[in-house]
């Protein structure tokens, strides 16, 4: 072992707030690896916004550690769908009719990317604050968000940094270990401003990733029970095999799947729910539930909740490609919240996107949980609306498969989320964007530029108007307490095709699936 690193200081970046457990599983394991090393975590999402840069002074100052290592969850945080103020504001600037309305979009753009631009920055500061307080210690850059734009990140980075592509456990015990390369992606800006690039694979077998000792965190990180209440991240496994167009969640993750014990997830389920009452549980996956081997992983998983009759809620990115009524019985049994998944109503759409499953398949699998014995629980419909290969015979073929799921349903517990792909760097549907010039090749995808923001949050004509406008007008007129967006969106996109019974151009279909 390295004898230099004695103490670790982890800063968490602000973001919305929600569960640390990303870099919560890297304090555990290296806990676990060498218990005789101080860690503390510092969770600046808890810390009001003006006080952030004093307080993270102040703990460098007091703990005086040998690494500080930084936690990134998000980059490019527009999110195309209603939750996220940017898509009201692209709406209402390129559709209102009110002219007022899209001048007030305007002046509210430049607030949100004043404080997408701010926010980036300030991170950066904070590395580099640390730099000048700890001229000697080791400085670690972690999280999703580098696991995109790593190269970018290590540009603007301090010097003597290594900025971690991808899961952090064996990179960090290698740092710790004061191993050279260290283990896994990397980049890193040496002394002199240099940067290199170093990529040690060793596969990590996530079977050592046991159950998280929550007895320890607490120690370290009171504040955790600030998140208690609400849904707390569990990882089952890393990887996905598919290539969903618009999807770099196998990027991150790899493409093969890898799994945890079962009885050691339950376990951490188990604990959260005995010591703080946590009964919300996401299975932070790309998909919990996806190929035929993870289907009996999450049937391990599920048997094991049900055998200790947990009283949780849970829910989780879901493929329903496996499905059988009694694994859609475990899935009720053992708590399930809510169906969240990637929905569109033609195979067309599904095979241009390279979904890789079968519409009635799909169909049928929805009605498994119906005879399984399915009560209100939520179904919440992904939808990548107006995406390439969309047509309004296509919209109009999802609106009739929406009306199926109503009927099966209920028309209260289906949730049509206004969804848009928001293209994603090094995705296969970038690729075809670039190729067809609606992207120039050399467009960045952090860019502050908000005509370039409102392009990657993909909504184009001529559907983008019929869709802007339903769901412009739904927003104006709706009662929230008895109305879902979606769904009055969805409503009036339908009379709208209908009323018009319009034939638009259609978009060019992406290449098909292998
Ligand atoms: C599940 C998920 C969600 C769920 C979270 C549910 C929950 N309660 O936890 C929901 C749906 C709510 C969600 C929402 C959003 N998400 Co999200 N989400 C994910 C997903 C699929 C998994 C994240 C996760 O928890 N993984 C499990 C944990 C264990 O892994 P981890 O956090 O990555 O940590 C590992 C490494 O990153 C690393 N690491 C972490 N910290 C550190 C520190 C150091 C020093 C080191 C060395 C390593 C390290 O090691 C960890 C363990 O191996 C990822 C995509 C993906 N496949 O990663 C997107 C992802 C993180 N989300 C993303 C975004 C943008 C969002 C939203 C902002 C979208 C929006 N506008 O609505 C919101 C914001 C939520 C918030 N409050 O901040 C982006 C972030 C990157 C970016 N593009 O900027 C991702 C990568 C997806 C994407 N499209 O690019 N999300
Ligand atoms: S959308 Fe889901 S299934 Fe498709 S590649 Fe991404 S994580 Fe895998």
Not at 101 to 124: L, M, P, Q
Not at 154 to 163: A, E, F, M, Q, R
Not at 232 to 242: A, D, E, F, L, S
Not at 484 to 491: F, K, L, N, Q, V
């Amino acid at each position: 072992m390295n004898n230099k690193i004695k103490k670790i200081l982890y800063v968490r970046f602000p973001c919305w707030k929600i569960y640390p457990g990303g870099v919560i599983y890297v304090i555990d394991y290296i806990h676990k690896q060498h218990p005789g090393i101080t860690q503390e975590l510092l969770d600046l999402a808890l810390i009001p916004p003006a006080q952030r840069k004093q307080v993270l002074k102040q703990r460098i100052q007091s703990v005086k550690p040998d690494l500080v290592a930084f936690s990134w969850r998000n980059m490019q945080s527009f999110g195309p769908h209603p939750e996220d103020d940017a898509l009201d504001v692209v709406m209402q600037y390129d559709y209102s009719p009110s002219l007022w309305r899209r001048f007030k979009a305007a002046i509210d753009a430049v607030s949100i990317i004043y404080e997408y631009t701010a926010s980036r920055f300030r991170n950066f500061a904070y590395i580099k604050l640390a730099r000048r307080l700890l001229p000697e210690s080791k400085i670690v850059v972690g999280g999703t968000a580098v696991s995109i734009f790593g190269k970018y990140v290590v540009k603007h980075c301090p010097v003597d940094t290594v900025v971690a592509v991808g899961e952090g456990e064996p990179t960090m015990l290698s740092i710790v270990n004061g191993e050279s390369p260290t283990v896994g992606e990397c980049y890193y800006k040496d002394k002199n401003g240099d940067i290199s690039y170093l990529n040690r694979t060793e596969n990590f077998d996530l079977k050592t990733l046991t159950a998280v000792n929550f007895e320890y965190i607490e120690s370290i990180f009171p504040e955790i029970h600030e998140y208690t209440n609400d849904y707390i991240g569990v990882h089952t496994k890393r990887g996905c095999p598919y290539q969903c167009h618009f999807c770099l969640y196998n990027q991150i993750e790899g493409h093969e799947q890898r799994y945890r014990d079962p009885i050691e997830i339950v376990d951490e389920i188990e604990a959260l729910n005995s010591r703080y009452g946590v009964n919300k549980v996401w299975f932070t996956d790309a998909q919990f539930c996806s190929t035929r081997r993870s289907t009996h992983h999450v049937e391990e998983i599920l048997d094991e909740i049900i055998r200790r009759q947990l009283k949780i809620k849970w829910t989780g990115y879901l493929r329903l490609n496996y499905m059988t009524t009694e694994l859609a019985k475990k899935m009720l049994d053992s708590g399930l919240a809510s169906l969240d998944l990637s929905f569109t109503g033609t195979q067309d759409v599904i095979n241009s996107l390279t979904l890789g499953y079968k519409l009635e398949q799909q169909m049928r699998a929805f009605q498994m949980f119906k005879d399984a014995g399915y009560t209100d629980q939520k179904v919440k419909l992904y939808i990548p609306l107006n995406a390439p290969g969309e047509t309004h015979f296509t919209l109009k073929e999802t609106i009739h498969r929406i009306n199926d799921l109503y009927t099966m349903f209920g028309r209260e517990n289906v949730l049509p989320f206004i969804f848009f792909i928001g293209i994603q760097p090094g995705t296969p549907v970038e690729k075809l964007l670039i190729k067809q010039g609606y992207l120039n090749k050399n467009y960045n995808p952090l860019t502050f530029n908000p005509f370039i923001i409102k392009r990657l949050l993909y909504n184009p004509k001529p559907l983008g108007g019929i869709i802007a406008r339903s769901y412009l007008q739904a927003a104006a007129s709706l009662d929230k307490d008895s109305e879902y967006i979606g769904r009055a969106t969805m409503d009036l996109i339908e009379q709208e095709l209908n009323d018009k019974l319009v034939v638009l151009p259609t978009q060019p279909l992406a290449s098909h699936p292998q």
